[in-house]
């Protein structure tokens, strides 16, 4: 019996490891994360014994719990996001050689500018209708026009690039991670 069901979870594993990172990856927009929240689903429900249920069930059940998961993902990291007004960094006066003063004299409002400078327009739009105005994909979506699948497509956009932003601009990266993350992580 124990062997049928090995048999029967490797099965299952095979055939919905990759769907189901996916879905984690639309959440998390980390690959190894993501990777990370399925893995633990599975070693769960081995333990409890869930795969064998009907092929049907065990589909609708997986998805929902790898988007449960990543939720409680996304909140965890949320309330260990530390607050600007918590970071205490000591704040450089001095002007650079072409006269220009330090990246960290800009306030927070203007590294969030800088930071969606990198964006493009159009996902520059949606990301602020989605985050700042607190709109729904379907309302973005309706109101552009566009269908909701494009609207997830130029969310995962955004987020990808302002994370390539904040790797790169690491002089400020206290300060725009706190605050793109709290942007992003508001999601619902």
Request: with cysteine; hydrophobic share 40%; aromatic share 8%.
């Amino acid at each position: 019996m124990m062997a049928f069901r090995k048999e029967l979870f490797k099965a299952k594993f095979q055939k919905h490891y990759s769907r189901l990172c996916n879905i984690a990856y639309g959440y998390v927009s980390d690959k190894e994360e993501s990777e990370d929240i399925v893995q633990e689903l599975f070693i769960d429900v081995w333990n409890k014994e869930l795969d064998v249920m009907p092929e049907e069930d065990f589909a609708a059940y997986m998805t929902t719990a790898v988007k449960n998961r990543c939720i409680s993902f996304l909140r965890k990291q949320k309330s260990d996001t530390v607050s600007i007004e918590d970071y205490h960094s000591p704040v450089n006066d001095v002007a650079d050689e072409n006269g220009a003063l330090d990246e960290n004299m800009q306030s927070p409002e203007e590294r969030l500018a800088s930071a969606l400078a990198v964006l493009p327009p159009k996902c520059k739009d949606i990301f602020l209708m989605a985050k700042l105005q607190g709109m729904k994909y379907r309302e973005i979506a309706e109101n552009l026009n566009l269908s909701e699948k494009t609207i997830e497509n130029q969310m995962t956009k955004a987020i990808k690039l302002l994370r390539a932003y904040v790797a790169g601009n690491c002089l400020i990266l206290a300060a725009v991670v706190t605050i793109i993350l709290s942007i992003i992580i508001n999601c619902e």
